[in-house]
């Protein structure tokens, strides 16, 4: 929760520094880039790993997990050190794909520590992995999910240090990040995905949907998102880091391997969701999340069939994807708060606020998706943006707005579960 706070605070930064005539009068343009990279590591990187976490750890077998606690402080620490490298001095933004980094010590600290704490986190999960039980059964599907999303995850661990240990000695700057985190980068993307699977059929259950699926045919949907992962280790050994095949091949590998298994379960979603519209509180509750994860990663997909060069269109695409895996989280923190003992103090905040998340989302990545086509590049503000002409201030406008309506969708967020953790607390010290 604190990452997901830090990120819609660095995101605002992001947003005015990008919208038209906003960002003229803001007095810390050159912001921008540091601003940058500690959202998207923030939002995707330490939000997305640490609900992995949350449930990889409910899903292990009972065992002393020795291993948790150290990786749970290691990931805290580093996460902490990351929110506050940006305001040193001379901490230089390098905009590398997957995992943008600022070149200080600092940073670099953050990041280790972080990443020491996933791997144990990882390992912990491995070591404790839970049986999946009965093939037939829908909580067996759910178990097998959670072990082949961190199945994925030690892959793209290996993929990592396999990329650390063939780097070239000559390559430095942006092109040593942007090649060191090409290949597990991509992986990562599966572990995410997997992660919304698994949280798309518990959101269905909670929804009342009757899938026009069997638990056998859920998982062999499952299997196939997960079997992606392991032509990675072939990609390495074809070619080395430095080639445009390498480059390329793992390009391919997440645009139409990370459909295999989205589209299918998608379709059946969609197909229940037209069939049944919800009765209790708690199931509009959950049919809200899992509709908006469902659109929003969807519209995400097509557009990442749309990129063409190197424009705001790229951001569009990783914008919906990622946010329709966050909106699945969401959904899931919902449901797994009550059942923590941390009941939600407003059900119908809780069920318009991915309403608002996922509309202002849509908004953001319209308003790219149209900026992208008349050329506007990425990573890039203010008077870099090259607005002279109205068709591209409407759309960065519209950018703007969306972004903001977005933002403000992630603090409705931030106040429906942190009122439920203070108010048990508050609760306890009354009793």
Request: net charge positive.
């Amino acid at each position: 929760m604190v990452a997901l706070l830090g990120a819609g605070v660095f995101s605002l930064l992001l947003v005015m520094s990008r919208t038209p005539y906003v960002s003229d009068i803001i007095p810390w343009i050159d912001f921008f880039h540091s601003a940058l990279v500690i959202h998207v590591n923030l939002s995707v990187l330490v939000w997305s790993l640490a609900f992995g976490g949350i449930l990889w750890s409910l899903n292990q077998r009972p065992g002393k997990p020795w291993l948790a606690w150290p990786a749970l402080f290691l990931a805290c620490l580093g996460a902490a050190v990351i929110i506050v490298s940006p305001f040193v001095r001379d901490a230089q933004p390098l905009m590398s794909n997957y995992i943008p980094v600022l070149q200080h010590p600092l940073f670099f600290a953050g990041l280790l520590l972080f990443a020491l704490g996933f791997v144990l986190l990882v390992l912990n999960s491995m070591i404790f992995m839970a049986p999946v039980g009965p093939w037939m059964s829908g909580q067996g599907a759910l178990r097998f999910g959670l072990n082949t999303a961190a199945v994925s995850a030690a892959v793209a661990l290996i993929c990592f240090a396999w990329s650390w240990v063939r780097m070239p000695d000559y390559l430095l700057g942006q092109s040593f990040f942007e090649l060191l985190f090409w290949g597990g980068g991509h992986v990562l993307q599966f572990t995410y995905t997997l992660l919304m699977l698994v949280a798309w059929l518990w959101l269905s259950s909670r929804a009342g949907l009757k899938l026009p699926l069997t638990p056998r045919v859920v998982l062999v949907i499952l299997f196939v998102g997960v079997a992606c992962v392991f032509l990675s280790p072939l990609i390495y050994l074809a070619y080395p880091i430095t080639a445009l095949e390498h480059i390329e091949l793992f390009t391919w590998l997440m645009r139409w391997g990370g459909s295999l298994a989205t589209l299918p379960l998608a379709l059946a979603i969609i197909v229940a969701l037209l069939r049944y519209g919800g009765s209790s509180e708690e199931e509009w509750l959950a049919r809200s999340s899992l509709q908006s994860s469902v659109f929003l990663f969807g519209i995400g997909g097509i557009i990442g069939f749309m990129i063409s060069g190197s424009n705001v269109t790229i951001p569009a695409h990783y914008h919906g994807s990622i946010v329709g895996v966050t909106l699945a989280l969401m959904g899931v923190c919902y449901m797994l708060l009550p059942l923590l003992g941390y009941p939600l103090r407003n059900i119908k905040l809780a069920q318009w606020q991915p309403v608002v998340y996922s509309g202002g989302q849509l908004m953001h990545v319209a308003g790219l998706v149209w900026s992208g086509g008349y050329g506007v590049q990425r990573k890039v503000a203010g008077a870099e943006q090259g607005l002279d002409s109205i068709e591209r201030v409407l759309g960065m406008g519209l950018m703007g707005l969306g972004g903001l309506v977005s933002s403000i969708g992630g603090l409705l967020f931030l106040i429906v579960v942190l009122r439920a953790l203070l108010s048990k607390q508050v609760t306890h010290q009354a009793e």
